[in-house]
Nanobody, 119 residues
């Protein structure tokens, strides 16, 4: 497995932006796809975005399309989630996860970072 540590969460006003980072260690970062998920209080964890190991293919949940951008820097073993036009419904704990086989099966998860959007 790979060790993942998220950072960059915080409190932001509606309409604002945040950039989350997820630093990886323990395995060769460039060999696996990465994803971001989120879990709001009292709700199930939901897929947000994913990026291929090379960074050339991305996919987003409909509710973040046009507002969030996932990217990665394999030289820095880090994946990012740029979040713009935030609204209170984006309030959640955000998790990054690693998918070593590119099959949508994530076997390593970070501890999460809290994002709170005030109205």
């Amino acid at each position: 497995q790979v060790h993942l540590v998220e950072s960059g969460g915080g409190l932001v006003q509606a309409g604002g932006s945040l950039r989350l980072s997820c630093a990886a260690s323990g395995r060769t970062f460039s060999t696996f796809d990465m994803g971001w998920f989120r879990q709001a209080p009292g709700k199930e964890r939901r897929f947000v975005a994913r990026i291929s190991r090379s960074g050339d293919v991305t996919r987003y949940a409909d509710f973040v399309k046009g507002r969030f951008t996932i990217s990665r820097d394999n030289a820095k073993n880090t994946v990012y989630l740029q979040m713009n036009s935030l609204n209170p419904e984006d309030t959640a704990v955000y998790y990054c996860a690693a998918d070593p086989r590119g099959a949508g099966l994530y076997d390593s998860w970070g501890q999460g970072t809290q994002v709170t959007v005030s109205s």
